[in-house]
C-alpha cells in the first residue's frame, strides 16, 4: 500500500517546496515554535493558488495546550469556516476537557462546521489520559484521522503504543505518525507500526538567508529559539523527497 506523506509547515515558499519534493499533502500552519497555529486567511488562499496537492489547515488559535474558552472556541468555529470558504481539503484540531479527555461536545459541532472537508484530530490525542479510550471517542464523533507519535516524544520512542493505536483502530480511522520523523527512520516505523501516512516537520526544513543584508546584533524578535534574526527556516525539496523515498 503506498504510504502518503504529509508535511507540516510554514508559508508559500515551503508549501511550495514540499509539492516539489513529492509531498502528498501538507498542514499549513503559522508559529510552529508554539506547536503550530491558525495561519492568516491570506496565507491560505496563496498556497491554495499555487498548489495542486492537498492542504489542509491547522486551526489552533494559540499554543499552550488544547483546552480553550469559550471565546477561542468562537475563534475556532470561525476559522473552520474561513478555511471551507478559501477551498481547503481538510482541518486540524483537537480540544480537551481539563481533565484529559475528549471535549466530544465540542468537537462534534468543529466536525460538522468542517463538513466535507476532511478532519485530522491533531497530538491533542498525545496528551489524554487513556489513549484507547480517547481513540474510541474520536472514531465515534466520525473523525477521519489522527495524528500521534504514539503518547511519547517522538514517533519511534512511541512505536509500540502507536501500533497497538492503529491495530485497535484498523479500518475505522487514518492513524498518522508524527513527531521525530526522518529519512533514516521512517520505514522502520511505518514497517512496525503498519501506518499508512506519515506526518514530517523540522526534518524536513533547513535554515536559509532572509532578504535582509542588514542586522542589528542587538534586536531580536525571536524568543525560546537560537535562530538568528537573519535566517528563515523552510521546507526544502530535497529534504521532503529523501523522507518520500524512503517510505516509497
Partial sequence: MSIKVEICL???????????????????????LEGGTTPSLGTIEVVRHNLDI??????????GGCCYSEAEYEVMKRDIETAGEAAADGVVFGVLYPNGTVDAERIKVLVDLARPMSVTFHRAFDMTRDPIEALEALIDLGIDRVLTSGQAASALEGLDLLTKINHHAADRMIVMAGAGITAHNARQIVERSGVIEIHVGSAAAEDVKSLMRYHNPKITFRGGTNLPEDMLRRTSPERVKAIVDAVS
Fill in 10 to 32: 510554514s508559508g508559500v515558499e515551503s508549501a511550495i517546496a514540499a509539492q516539489e519534493g513529492g509531498a502528498d499533502r501538507i498542514e499549513l500552519c503559522e508559529n510552529l
Fill in 54 to 63: 492537498d492542504m489542509n489547515v491547522i486551526i489552533r488559535p494559540r499554543g
